[in-house]
C-alpha cells in the first residue's frame, strides 16, 4: 500500500512539473507572438481616392508619310529630331527621274493660274464704256429696225418723206462733224478712252446716217414680201445684239461666272494634287521622329521616308473596367508615375472617355484617354506609366490600413491588440486608395492598435480563427 501511495505522489509531482513546463512554454509562445505583430493607431485623416491602371505615353497626333510615285530623291531638308510647321517641304525628287505627266504639269499650273486670274481681274474702264457704248448702238439699231419695217409696212406720206429728207440732212452734218472731231485721234492708241469714245460717235453718226437714207429710199419705193422679211428677221437680229450686250454689260460689272472660277481652280487643285506627288510635306505641326530615305534612294507608291509626331500634347491611353468606368469624368486630376524616372510624380487630366466598351481577354474596358499637364524631357512617347485617377477626396474620415483588412466569416474585419490579446472588430468600408480605405460603420475607435500582420490561426492565443482576404 505504501509502495502504491510512493508511486501517486511521483506521479502528481512530475504532472505538475509538465503542466509547469507547458504553461510557461505558452506564455512564452505567446509573448513571442505578440512581439512579432505590426500594429498603427487608428486614426482620423484626409484620403484620396482613385482607380489605378496602366497605359502608354503618345504624341497628340502620329502620320507615317510615304512616296506617292517612283523617283530618285533629291534633297531630304530635315533632320530627326527638327520641329516643322505644317506645310513644310521636308523632301523631293528629282525632276528628270518623274513620270512625264508630273513634269508636264508644271507648265499647265502655270496656264491654269493665269486663267483665273484673268477670270478675277475687275473689268477695267475703257472695257465698262465699250460695253455701254455696244449697248447704245444696239439699241439705235433696234430703232432703226422698228423704222425700217413700219416704213415697209405703211404708205408713205409726203409729209413722212419730208421728215425723212430732213432728217438725213441733219444727220449728214452730224456725220461730217464726228468724223472731223474722230480725224486728230485717228493715229493715236487703240486703248486711249478719247479716241476710242470718238470714233463709236463716228460709228454711231454713220450708222444713223445709213439707216436714215435706207428709211428714205423705202419710203420713195414700194415694199415687197421680200423686202418685209428681211427687214423683220433684221429686227430680230438686232433685238438680240441689244441682249448679248446688256448681258455682256452685266457681267463685266458682277465679275466672272462663279461656276466659271469654281472649274478654273479645280483645274488647278488637279494639277497641284499631281505636282505634290514629286515632294512630301508636313501635314501638321511636330516633330520628325523618324527619316528613311537619303539622297540618291530609289523610291516607289508607298515606299516610307518619314515619321512626324505632334508632341506639343503627351496623352496616355489607359483601359477602365465597367465596373469603375462610371466613376472617371472629364476633367478628372491624375496622377502619373513612370518606371524610368524614379521619385518623380506628373500630373494629368482626363479628356476624352470612350462612350463604347471593348472585350479585352473577357473583361469589359472602356478607353480613357489622359493629357499630362506637365511633362518635361525625360517623358517620351512608348514609355509605360502608372495612371491614378482621382475620382474623391475626403477629409477627417476614420482610416484603416488596406493591408490590415481580412475576412471573418464574409464581414470585412481588422484586428486589434487589447491587453494583450487579438481580438477582430467588424468595419464597413467606402472607398480606398492605394494603402488605406475609410471605414463608415465600427466599433474601431481612434488609438486602437490596429494589427498589420495577424497571423493565421489563434488557437495559441485563445482566439478563432480567420482567413486572409
Known amino acids: 500500500m505504501r509502495k502504491w501511495i510512493i508511486i501517486l505522489v511521483v506521479a502528481v509531482v512530475i504532472g505538475a512539473g509538465g503542466y509547469y513546463l507547458y504553461q510557461r512554454n505558452l506564455e512564452t509562445s505567446q509573448a513571442a507572438l505578440i512581439e512579432s505583430l505590426q500594429t498603427v493607431n487608428a486614426k482620423r485623416g484626409p484620403l484620396t481616392a482613385t482607380?489605378?491602371?496602366?497605359?502608354?505615353?503618345?504624341?497628340?497626333?502620329?502620320?507615317?508619310?510615304?512616296?506617292?510615285?517612283?523617283?530618285?530623291?533629291?534633297?531630304?531638308?530635315?533632320?530627326?529630331?527638327?520641329?516643322?510647321?505644317?506645310?513644310?517641304?521636308?523632301?523631293?525628287?528629282?525632276?528628270?527621274?518623274?513620270?512625264?505627266?508630273?513634269?508636264?504639269?508644271?507648265?499647265?499650273?502655270?496656264?491654269?493660274?493665269?486663267?483665273?486670274?484673268?477670270?478675277?481681274?475687275?473689268?477695267?474702264?475703257?472695257?465698262?464704256?465699250?460695253?455701254?457704248?455696244?449697248?447704245?448702238?444696239?439699241?439705235?439699231?433696234?430703232?432703226?429696225?422698228?423704222?425700217?419695217?413700219?416704213?415697209?409696212?405703211?404708205?408713205?406720206?409726203?409729209?413722212?418723206?419730208?421728215?425723212?429728207?430732213?432728217?438725213?440732212?441733219?444727220?449728214?452734218?452730224?456725220?461730217?462733224?464726228?468724223?472731223?472731231?474722230?480725224q486728230p485721234y485717228e493715229n493715236k492708241s487703240e486703248d486711249n478712252l478719247i479716241r476710242a469714245n470718238l470714233q463709236s460717235a463716228l460709228a454711231q453718226a454713220q450708222q444713223e446716217y445709213d439707216d436714215a437714207v435706207t428709211r428714205l429710199n423705202n419710203l420713195l419705193g414700194t415694199a415687197s414680201a421680200t423686202d418685209l422679211a428681211i427687214a423683220e428677221a433684221n429686227l430680230e437680229v438686232a433685238r438680240a445684239s441689244l441682249e448679248d450686250a446688256r448681258q455682256h454689260y452685266e457681267e463685266l460689272l458682277s465679275g466672272a461666272d462663279p461656276e466659271?472660277?469654281?472649274?478654273?481652280?479645280?483645274?488647278?487643285?488637279?494639277?497641284?494634287?499631281?505636282?505634290?506627288?514629286?515632294?512630301?510635306?508636313?501635314?501638321?505641326?511636330?516633330t520628325i521622329t523618324r527619316i528613311e530615305i537619303k539622297p540618291g534612294d530609289q523610291v516607289a507608291p508607298g515606299s516610307l521616308a518619314f515619321r512626324l509626331d505632334d508632341l506639343s500634347h503627351l496623352l496616355v491611353d489607359v483601359g477602365i473596367t465597367e465596373v469603375d468606368i462610371n466613376r472617371v469624368n472629364l476633367g478628372q486630376e491624375v496622377n502619373l508615375q513612370f518606371d524610368g524616372i524614379l521619385e518623380k510624380t506628373y500630373h494629368g487630366v482626363v479628356v476624352e472617355i470612350d462612350p463604347v466598351g471593348t472585350v479585352n481577354q473577357g473583361i469589359v474596358e472602356f478607353l480613357v484617354t489622359v493629357e499630362i499637364l506637365d511633362p518635361d524631357e525625360a517623358v517620351k512617347?512608348?514609355?509605360?506609366?502608372?495612371?491614378?485617377?482621382?475620382?474623391?477626396?475626403?477629409?477627417?474620415?476614420?482610416?484603416?490600413?488596406?493591408?490590415?483588412?481580412?475576412?471573418?466569416?464574409?464581414?470585412?474585419?481588422?484586428?486589434?491588440?487589447?491587453?494583450?490579446?487579438?481580438?477582430?472588430?467588424?468595419?464597413?468600408?467606402?472607398?480606398?486608395?492605394?494603402?488605406?480605405?475609410?471605414?463608415?460603420?465600427?466599433?474601431?475607435?481612434?488609438?486602437?492598435?490596429?494589427?498589420?500582420?495577424?497571423?493565421?490561426?489563434?488557437?495559441?492565443?485563445?482566439?478563432?480563427?480567420?482567413?486572409?482576404?
Not at 156 to 175: E, M, S, Y
Not at 405 to 433: A, C, H, K, M, W
Request: no cysteine.
Open 260 to 286: 466659271e472660277i469654281q472649274r478654273a481652280e479645280t483645274r488647278i487643285a488637279a494639277i497641284q494634287a499631281t505636282l505634290n506627288l514629286s515632294k512630301i510635306e508636313a501635314p501638321f505641326p511636330g
Open 51 to 182: 482607380i489605378g491602371a496602366t497605359g502608354t505615353v503618345r504624341g497628340n497626333q502620329s502620320s507615317l508619310l510615304t512616296w506617292q510615285t517612283s523617283g530618285t530623291v533629291d534633297e531630304v531638308l530635315v533632320t530627326n529630331g527638327d520641329q516643322v510647321e505644317q506645310g513644310t517641304l521636308l523632301a523631293t525628287l528629282v525632276k528628270t527621274s518623274l513620270a512625264q505627266n508630273i513634269i508636264v504639269a508644271e507648265a499647265d499650273l502655270i496656264d491654269a493660274q493665269q486663267a483665273l486670274e484673268d477670270l478675277l481681274e475687275p473689268a477695267s474702264a475703257l472695257a465698262l464704256a465699250q460695253a455701254q457704248q455696244a449697248i447704245a448702238d444696239a439699241e439705235k439699231q433696234v430703232k432703226d429696225a422698228e423704222y425700217r419695217l413700219d416704213g415697209l409696212k405703211t404708205s408713205a406720206r409726203q409729209t413722212d418723206i419730208d421728215q425723212a429728207q430732213a432728217r438725213v440732212t441733219i444727220l449728214k452734218d452730224r456725220l461730217d462733224k464726228a468724223r472731223k472731231a474722230f
Open 381 to 469: 512617347p512608348g514609355m509605360t506609366a502608372a495612371v491614378n485617377i482621382v475620382i474623391n477626396r475626403l477629409e477627417d474620415v476614420l482610416l484603416v490600413p488596406n493591408r490590415a483588412v481580412r475576412i471573418l466569416e464574409g464581414q470585412p474585419v481588422v484586428y486589434i491588440l487589447n491587453n494583450g490579446q487579438l481580438e477582430p472588430v467588424d468595419i464597413t468600408l467606402g472607398v480606398s486608395s492605394d494603402l488605406e480605405s475609410e471605414v463608415t460603420e465600427t466599433d474601431l475607435e481612434i488609438g486602437d492598435l490596429i494589427v498589420l500582420n495577424p497571423p493565421q490561426v489563434f488557437e495559441t492565443v485563445g482566439q478563432p480563427p480567420f482567413f486572409g482576404q
